[in-house]
């Protein structure tokens, strides 16, 4: 099998305004819009949000939304989106910015459809941490 793409897709009610939030605040741009399914991209990376009662979603799961997922988006200055979104800005931390001993420095907001996303810098973990790492 030859894999061309992997990316995750959230379940939503407001599609336009899940797309506003990833565009707005994370600088994501617009691939393909549907009323019922936009496409995003940043940089080579990619998500899609899909209305949560479209038909294509099997019966059993339509309706389901995106509760339970954490999105990790990887910056270079965490510090300084931390500033522009939350200090200065209009989102809320659900987890104020915080450096970890697994080595992360992050802070997680509330996104769309109650999906959380977790801003990220990584940095050197502590020596605990340090030999879990694969180096792959």
């Known amino acids: 099998?030859?894999?061309?793409?992997?990316?995750?897709?959230l379940m939503v009610d407001d599609v336009a305004g899940a797309a506003d939030f990833f565009r707005d605040h994370l600088g994501f741009t617009t691939t393909f819009a549907a009323d019922w399914y936009i496409s995003l991209r940043h940089g080579t990376w990619e998500l899609a949000l899909l209305d949560a009662a479209h038909p294509t979603v099997p019966d059993r799961w339509r309706g389901a939304r995106a509760q339970g997922v954490l999105v990790n988006v990887?910056?270079?200055?965490?510090?300084?989106?931390?500033?522009?979104?939350?200090?200065?800005?209009?989102?809320e931390a659900v987890l104020p910015l915080r450096s970890e001993a697994f080595g992360q420095r992050h802070f997680i907001?509330?996104?769309?459809?109650?999906?959380?996303?977790?801003?990220i810098t990584p940095i050197e973990p502590d020596e605990s941490f340090a030999a879990q790492f694969s180096g792959a």
């Open 1 to 9: 099998m030859a894999t061309t793409s992997i990316y995750p897709v």
């Open 74 to 91: 990887e910056v270079d200055d965490v510090d300084s989106v931390y500033r522009r979104l939350v200090e200065h800005g209009p989102l």
């Open 109 to 119: 907001v509330e996104g769309p459809a109650g999906a959380l996303v977790d801003v």
